[in-house]
């Protein structure tokens, strides 16, 4: 089955840059999803289509594609962006969804 | 807005069947496709499987033989039933809203998801 790979841990001290990757055959030719889940709540989406950030997500997201491999990068990050995250997409032939294991960012 | 609330039992014992429902309101179930998904305690995000409003599924082949989702519009409601539940089926389900974009998927719409332990 398919499968998306992510660091289980990337640890960023206050306002430098974080950049968690997500790694899969298909994603040359289907678009990623990342999701910021805190503790206690539901996913909300951050990242689509590798690189789009949805209404009212802070501009220090942003998604970046290359190859079999898409980053998710937080720049000048905050205590509050402390959470786990998790990329989405879905297999070559567009039949199902998959997520990676999830990547908890710790803010030093 | 469209908001999604998950229901059903908190606890059920192995080899029972798992039956949760997803109440959509503020918006209408109709021209969209719904999705379950579950999160064991400490662990990562899978998918269940999806149901469009006219009742077309397609679900995770992991799953596939034990699972069920309809839908009941007339209710403006969605329904999970999972068959014969272990422990590894402990978890916290989301229904949530799945959107197709070019050939793939994402979720733009979550439920608070709902605990529901397997034990006897």
């Known amino acids: 089955s398919y499968e998306l790979t992510q660091p289980p841990s990337v640890s960023v001290s206050p306002g430098q840059t974080a950049r968690i990757t997500c790694s899969g055959d298909?994603?040359?030719?289907?678009?990623a999803y990342w999701y910021q889940q805190k503790p206690g709540q539901a996913p909300v989406l951050v990242i689509c289509q590798d690189t789009e950030r949805p209404s009212g997500i802070p501009e220090r997201f942003s998604g970046s594609s290359s190859g079999t491999t898409v980053t998710l990068t937080i720049s000048g990050v905050q205590a509050e962006d402390e959470a786990d995250y998790y990329c989405q997409s879905s297999d070559s032939s567009g039949t199902y969804v998959v997520f990676g294991g999830g990547t908890k960012l710790t803010v030093l | 807005q469209v908001q999604l609330q998950e229901s059903g039992p908190g606890l059920v014992k192995p080899s029972e069947t798992l039956s949760l429902t997803c109440s959509v309101s503020?918006?209408?179930?109709?021209?969209?496709?719904w999705s379950w998904i579950r999160q064991p305690p400490g662990k990562g995000l899978d998918w269940i499987g999806y149901i469009f409003y006219s009742g077309s599924t397609n679900y995770n082949p992991s799953l596939k033989s034990r699972v069920t989702i309809s839908v009941d519009t007339s209710k403006n409601q969605f329904s999970l039933k999972l068959t014969s539940v272990t422990a590894a089926d402990t978890a916290v389900y989301y229904c949530a809203r799945q959107t197709r974009y070019s050939s793939g998927w994402y979720f733009d719409l979550w439920g608070r998801g709902t605990l529901v332990t397997v034990s006897s």
């Open positions: 503020g918006g209408s179930i109709s021209s969209y496709y």
């Open positions: 298909a994603l040359p030719k289907q678009y």
